[in-house]
Every structure is written in C-alpha cells, then in structure tokens.
Nanobody
Framework: VQLQACGGGLVQAGGSLRLSCVASGRIFVNHAMGWYRQYPEKERELVARVSSGGVTNYAENVKGRFTISGDNAKKMVYLEMNNLKPEDTAVYYC?????????????????WGQGTQVTVSS
C-alpha cells in the first residue's frame, strides 16, 4: 500500500488549503486514517483522524478550522484547512492503519505518505 499526499503550498494567514491523500495498492476494507504534522526537530503530532466508520477527532489547536473527510470508494482522505495561521506551518503527513478505530499513537499506523509542506505567511 502506498499513500500519496498533495495539496500543500504557500498561503497567507487567514487563507485556506485542501490536502488530499490517495491510497494505492492492496485494497483493505476497514481502515482508519489520519493527518499528522511535523515541525523541524519535533516529533509528529496529531492534526486529525477519522475511523473507518467516519468518526472524527481533532487536535485542540485546529478544532473549528480543519475538517477531515474520507472517500472510501476513491480510497482518499482530505484535510480542509481554513483560517490558517503561521503556526500551522509544517510538513503534513497522511497515515493509514488496518483496523476501524483511531490510532492512539503514530506508531500504530501501518502506512505513511511522503509529506507535503504547508507554509503560512503572516
């Protein structure tokens, strides 16, 4: 299974971006997916995650601004990011795991995308 993330870029504070992640390879029925981000010299942190049943969960600092959604038929997951702030600047990664429930830690994911850079200017 491979994950391909795209949609990052440079945007001004207050702007919006939509990240996309498509899965290819072996098809799995029940899978949970998530978006993480990583600052330089920091560990990856949760941004948002969605279970195979569509239940979502967000980091506190993105609630109300970011929305995660999935399209199982297309094997895609999206992250709609609105009202972006300079502190949202990071490399964003999508991840997937076998199993219907959220992953509690990054280590519980089975697959990771390559990362896409999001830069928010002030």
């Amino acid at each position: 299974v491979q994950l391909q993330a795209c949609g990052g870029g440079l945007v001004q504070a207050g702007g919006s971006l939509r990240l996309s992640c498509v899965a290819s390879g072996r098809i799995f029925v029940n899978h949970a997916m998530g978006w993480y981000r990583q600052y330089p010299e920091k560990e990856r942190e949760l941004v948002a995650r969605v279970s195979s049943g569509g239940v979502t969960n967000y980091a506190e600092n993105v609630k109300g601004r970011f929305t995660i959604s999935g399209d199982n038929a297309k094997k895609m997951v999206y992250l709609e990011m609105n009202n972006l702030k300079p502190e949202d600047t990071a490399v964003y990664y999508c991840a997937a795991r076998h199993g219907s429930s959220w992953a509690r830690t990054p280590g519980e994911y089975d697959y990771w995308g390559q990362g896409t850079q999001v830069t928010v200017s002030s």
